[in-house]
């Protein structure tokens, strides 16, 4: 796939973009490691300011920024303005947090002083995924430059205007040249970066094959790797749940970001009792939605970013289908297509589809389906909803949704996930780490531990 901005909603190709050549991306590195020298002793106050510029400038900025996601990844207008209210959040987070996050930390032993020291690496790779394409963005390069690290962004290749202005703003905001460049390349282009000695650590947000294939190029040179992949997450609903809120917030996590989202509600795991009122209330959201143009305001649903990610998604619920899977709506895209107005017939565009009675093996099981398709599973008991929950190879996020307090504490210690929701979606949150287990990836971003991702963390022994 080459680097190009196209229109999920109609299939056209607004812009195409030349990856950098061999020198452009030698000189970028040439650029970083010079910047790094000076940046490291840049004092705290200094890079705050630059964050607290960079929030500036992005709440200015957040409609035509919005609106740059909505054209290349399909996002609707408003999730790409909260989007970027976001963004600015956490770069004030991290101004005025993140001196306290790396001040040394003092440990009692029998030397006469010892401490940890936290320092900065160096130029760190950053490959990044378009469906959040400034929040996940942000999540490494707000940290890193309070830290005094210096960031290289690949960004995904169909979001390459909304890599080029997250460069343009944090040089705005008084970053130094270098501080933060995007390298227009392909995912070929990554293995050689990574084995360049001047670039010290990698980050990847994305899927499963490339974090293997990242982590596999940074192992072989030895370089500090952090992970954050996909998820299957499970939404579990007992006989104790706020059922009316239990919908509303299921409806929400399943459809925001037109379904893909890492840590979206995936699978919907109902106790027996609660499960058809449940479903009957799914499906009534379900079917009120507007499916049409991210860009107008009485969308609900968009499309999906990319032929690709459409093409897997329908053809996951065909295997369910094929395999006996029940269809309480949705699963057919020809049906949908003819009802959209001519100019959108050629986007990407897949209905909001709910599917339960899943056979065992079949595809839900086990694989993230990345759109808007909610799999229904009913079981017995809790005992048994937590098994099911955690009869997968991800571990990113679960939610559990009750008021029992014996229960919450259950889903808390027993589900097998980074973080475990009670009664609200999971979420990001700048005040608290955020990764997986399992194949859901390793390593943390976010809070204090985000901060000390790519830090020297140095005893210090004083006699
Ligand atoms: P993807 O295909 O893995 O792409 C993510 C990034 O990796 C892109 O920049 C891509 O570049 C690059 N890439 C792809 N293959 C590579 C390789 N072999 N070597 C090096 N880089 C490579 O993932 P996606 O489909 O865009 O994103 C969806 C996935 O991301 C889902 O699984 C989702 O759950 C996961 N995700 C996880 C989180 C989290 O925080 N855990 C957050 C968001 C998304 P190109 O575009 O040039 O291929």
Known sequence: MGISSTNPATGEVVREFVPLSAAEVELKLERAVATFETYRHSPFDQRAAGLRATADLLEARQQELAQTMSLEMGKLLRAGVAEVEKCALLCRFYADHGEAFLADVPVQTEATRSFVRYQPLGPVLAVMPWNFPFWQVFRFAAPALMAGNVGLLKHASNVPQCALAIESILLEAGFPEGAFQTLLIGSDQVAGVI?????VAATLTGSEAAGISLAKAAGQVLKPTLLELGGSDAFV?????????AIAQATLGRLQNNGQTCIAAKRFILLEAIATPFLQGLVA??????IGDPLEAGTDLGPLATPGI?????HQVQV?????????????RASLQATLPLRLQGGNFYPATLLSDLPPGCPAYQ??????????????????????????????GASAWTEDLQEQERCIQE???GAVFINCLVKSDPRLPFGGIKRSGYGRELGVEGIRAFMNAKTAWVN
């Open 195 to 199: 084995a360049d000695q001047r670039v």
């Open 237 to 245: 609903v007992t006989e104790q749940a706020n059922l009316e809120l």
């Open 415 to 417: 589900l097998e996930a």
């Open 320 to 332: 369910c289908v094929d395999q006996g899977a029940k269809v309480w709506l949705g699963g057919d």
């Open 285 to 290: 959201n379900f079917e009120a939605l507007t």
């Open 310 to 314: 459409l093409q897997e998604l329908e």
């Open 367 to 396: 694989e993230e389906f990345f759109g808007p398709v909610a799999l229904v599973f009913r079981v017995q008991s809790l005992d048994e909803a937590i098994a099911l929950a955690n009869a997968t190879s991800f571990g990113l």
